[in-house]
């Protein structure tokens, strides 16, 4: 029993390709029973026109947003909606194989929170403009959760609706909404397994805006770590006034300047006040915990 979650948002020329596609997996499959909530995102394109032709169809549902609220509030929307509690999201534009479905099902059944598609090809090979925010924002997110994550924010996933719906007031409704789940997960303790899968080419354009949205998925990742783990923000920051100090003394040991030594002092003093801090919000969290 799965209930796969599809957020749309002007997916014209794939959204009845997709569903055609994922029917034709599940039909053909053992898992039984299933249904498809398609949540159209405030599409200003053909798109409602297209699904009005599925609203008849026993195993889909089709959720309508007035205007556009976001990918995240999409799969919120869809994820509160679902009858059953193993939950499989997937884009709408093409580009995730869902044949490999089964694949992520059977590592999901072993005991995982959470199973995640890893995408590999051609399709996913970084652009010189996206390669310096994506290893920031993968540096960032391995530093959060203490542990390597191949894919941050791969679309294709399953999990719990019981388990994810006691986070969603702390995941993001946009684009970052798969990134903060990950993070969610982690950095709770939750198992979360990745699978490598085929990334093919999109139908249609990204939605993706790539400065504005890369700024929001880095908000959602310090908020994430101020609620999730506060002493990680505190040290990063502690570790970079920390290497300003050495900068400092190393100016004034080699160069004999005077003002350096000020400077490795000040950011070693301000390296000690920001690890304090830290322990505060540390020791607050875990009050408020209790």
Request: aromatic content about 12%; overall charge positive.
């Amino acid at each position: 029993m799965i209930s796969v979650i599809i957020p749309a948002y002007n997916e014209q020329d794939a959204i009845l390709l997709t569903v055609d596609k994922i029917c034709q997996v599940l039909q053909n499959s053992t898992i039984k029973p299933f249904e498809i909530v398609i949540v159209d995102d405030g599409s200003l394109d053909e798109t409602p026109t297209r699904l009005k032709t599925l609203s008849k169809t026993k195993e889909i549902t089709v959720i309508r947003h007035p205007h556009n609220l976001g990918y995240g509030r999409s799969l919120k929307d869809g994820i509160s909606a679902a009858k059953f509690d193993t939950i499989v999201i997937i884009d709408a534009d093409l580009t995730y194989p869902f044949e490999n479905l089964e694949e992520l099902l059977a590592e999901y059944n072993k005991g995982f929170d959470m199973v995640v598609g890893k995408r590999t090809g051609e399709f996913y090979r970084e652009s010189i403009i996206k390669s310096p925010l994506r290893k920031i924002l993968k540096f960032l997110v391995e530093f959060t959760a203490g542990r390597s994550i191949p894919d941050i924010n791969s679309g294709f996933r399953i999990f719990s609706k019981t388990t994810v719906s006691k986070y969603f007031k702390h995941l993001c409704d946009t684009f970052s909404f798969t990134t903060s789940m990950t993070l969610a997960y982690m950095m709770t303790g939750k198992t979360v397994h990745y699978i490598d899968i085929p990334y093919h080419e999109r139908s249609g354009q990204t939605k993706v805006r790539l400065v504005k949205d890369s700024l929001r998925t880095l908000q959602y990742i310090i908020q994430a770590i101020n609620y999730y783990n506060p002493l990680k923000i505190f040290i990063l920051f502690g570790i970079l006034c920390f290497m300003g100090a050495l900068i400092g003394f190393f100016m004034s040991a080699v160069l004999g300047l005077k003002s350096g030594f000020y400077l490795g002092v000040g950011g070693l003093l301000t390296c000690i006040i920001i690890f304090c801090f830290g322990l505060i919000a540390d020791l607050l969290k875990q009050i408020m915990d209790k």
